[in-house]
Every structure is written in C-alpha cells, then in structure tokens.
C-alpha cells in the first residue's frame, strides 16, 4: 500500500504543514553551525582536547551524512508524520543530553545522536512538501520558502550561539532545542493527523547496512584530510572502505534485495540523476560560500566571530528573498534558466572574492561578491532540490528526500576536506567559481 499525497482536508491547513516543514529545516541546520562559536567555552568547560573538541561538530555531520538514506526510506515505509515525529524527539533528547553533558565523551555521543535524528528529520519534511504540494506552481513556493528556511538557519547559528553562549551559557545552545521540539512535535501531531502511516514492508537490512555504514565512513575518510593528508592510511582505509560498502549497496539494490531501500528505477528519471549529481557539487560551492567567507572575516580582516556572523546577514537575507522569487519564476523560466542565472553569479561572485585581501576592506571586498554569490545560492538551490525530487511517485518520496539531501551533505563534507587543503582563499574562491562552471556545464542535461 503506497502513501497518498497529503491534502488540504486530510492533514490540515497547507500553510501550517509549510511551517512545521520549514522549521524543522530551520532547527536541522542551524544546529551544524550554531555550535561553532561555542567551541572553546565547551572546552574550557568539559577539558576537550583539540582532536575531541573537533567532533562536537563532525559528530553531528558524519550521521547527519550517513544516515540520510535510512531515515528517508523509514519515511516511505512507516510513515512520514512518524519519521518526522521520531526525528523531532531523538533530536529534542540528544540536546537535552548535550546541554546537560559533564563530561566530553556524554557531549560527542549527544552529538552523534542529534545527527541521526537529523537524518530522519530533514528527508520527512522534503517527503511532507513533496506529497502535500503536487500543484507545480503550490510546490515550487513551497520549495523555495524551505530552501530559504535552511539558510536563515544556516546563518542564523553563529548569531544565535554568540548571544546564546555570551548571555547565558554554551549549554544553551543545545538546550534551546527542547522546548521549541516539544512544540513542533504538538504542531506535527496536529497538522499532519490525518496522513497515513506508511506501509506494511519489511526494511531492506541489507541495503540499510551497506547504504548507512559506506556513506559513515566515506564521509569519516574525507573529514580527516586536511588533518592526515589525502594519501595516509586515516584517509585512504576509511574512503576504500566506504567505496567498496557503496558498491555493494548498488549490488544489493539492483539484484538481491526483494524491496530495495533505494529503488534503483529513481535514477531513470532524468532529472533526479542530473540534479542530485548537481546537489554534489553544490554542496562545495555551499561551503566555500558560508564556512570560507567567515574565516576570510575572522582570519583576514580580524572580525569576531559574531562580527562575521553579523557581516554575512545581508547576504542571508539577500538569499532569503531570491529563495522565494526563484521558486516564483520556477514555472515559467524552467529549471535550466534558473540554475544557468545562478552560476553566472558564483563566477563573478567568487572571481570578486579571490581578489579580497586585509586591505580590501568589507565592502568592496566582502560585501559586494557574497551578495553576488547569494544570489546564486537563492537561484540554484531550491531549483535543484525541486528537480532532484519531481517526478517522483509519493511512495518513494522519503527517500528522494533523503537522497538530494544526502547529495547536498556530502558534497558539502568532501568541499570542506578538499577546499581546506586549498593553500589560500584566493585558491578556494576559484576553484568555488570553477564549480560553477561545471553547474552551468551539467544544467544542458535538466529538462
């Protein structure tokens, strides 16, 4: 039995199923980066050592990354109302773990678990707004006002974690998920009542063990590049390990599992292939933007971190508002005019950037390139994620979720491994705009 698209009289008010969505995006992504200004007060606090102190946040990433695949097809199979449900609460109970640790190990394995709560959590909203939203124009909105929510939340974090840390205490920074769970959980309940809860067939154990365990340790592989080098053994065994699961993920999928995790036929549509393909390389134009602009403001130009946090807000906003007007055009322009548009930007936007140096100055040297580079992200992003789940049937819409997420995930883990070996920012910017150019390239395959 398949899920049916959810319905304005079946689950609720559309806008509130909106809502709820994009505030559980919301809550998923500023969470990757809320953390980070609170870094050294957790190790003053907890007696981190710089190597532990590091997976208070790869903890997170790595089963956010992992566990992506997993948590969208529990979406498909036991319901996306659940899924999101169960999300919520693991999340909610990690923080409330994490905001009360004692001690380093508590605080990692809180992070850990956040992570997979996450994995659960952000392929059900994409599965929410997938099966409520089929009206082409309704569904590109609702695209956009996601994709826009994710980024608030994105640079939203280094806000909220230096007021939160300075104010109050770094524990905060967890804490605060718990009440604002507990309401997203009520709201779930309610708005998404009258959804079905999934369908009776069994979980592809095969599939979820080599699928889950190959992307864990690609992801935990590339993490250690810049730290070991790309030819140690810290990187080469975990990346070979993880290569060899994922081909035997493909294998288990394609001939042996009877209901696979993954159904393979996804890939035959075109855009699905191409714009996850996309969502990879995305992932590390994504970081360059958001990650290298703030060391380039904190490393060069000596802000704070709050500072730089403060800094980049016109180009969160600036985001916000293209997010919206894309998903607008989307129905008329087509996929390929929007995302051609947005690498336009990333090549003039980062070519600008490779230029800023300690005497460039924050607005001729900052200002103006990200606001360029923003409107890129507010093109591409939720035009890709909106053609990397279309035309997809609903039962599989959890784990197409799960899949254009994960795409856009590890591409943004193999970006930061890759770009932080890059020798300079002049270096990380061009090869940034050189990714756009293999955006602009790939988009002649999107229909």
Known sequence: MTEPALTRGRVGPTWTVLALACACQFMVILDA?????????????????????????????????????????????????????????LFSAASLVGGLATAPHVLVAARVAQGVGAAVL?????????????????????????????????????????????????????????????????VAATALAGARTGRREPLDLAGALTGTAGLGALVYGVMGGAEHGWTSSEVLVPVGAGVLLLVGFAVVQARVAARPMMPLRLFRVRNVAVGNGMLLLFGGIAIAMWYFTSLLLQNVLGYSALAAGLGQTPAAVTFVVIARLAAALLPTTGVRALVLAGCGCFVAGF???????????????VLGPTLLVAVGIGLVFPTLMAAATAGVPAADAGIAGGLANTASQVGGSVGLAVLATAGGFDAVFLIAAGLGVSLAALSALLR
Do not use: C
């Open 33 to 89: 980066s809320i953390v980070n200004v609170a870094l050294p007060s957790v190790q003053r606090d907890l007696g981190f050592t710089a190597t532990g102190l590091a997976w208070v946040v790869n903890g997170y990433l790595f089963t956010f990354a992992g566990f992506m695949l997993l948590g969208g097809r529990a979406s498909d199979l036991f319901g996306h109302r659940r899924a999101l449900a169960a999300g919520l609460v």
């Open 122 to 186: 952000a392929p059900a909203t994409l599965a929410v707004i997938n099966t409520s939203f089929t009206e082409g124009r309704a569904r590109a909105r609702a695209f956009g006002a996601w994709s826009a929510s994710g980024g608030v939340g994105g640079m939203a974090g280094a806000l909220a974690g230096g007021a939160l840390t300075t104010g109050l205490s770094w524990r905060w920074v967890f804490l605060i998920n718990v009440p604002i769970g507990a309401v997203l959980v009520a």
């Open 351 to 365: 070519g600008w950037l490779a230029r800023a140096d300690a005497g460039s100055g924050y607005l001729a040297g």
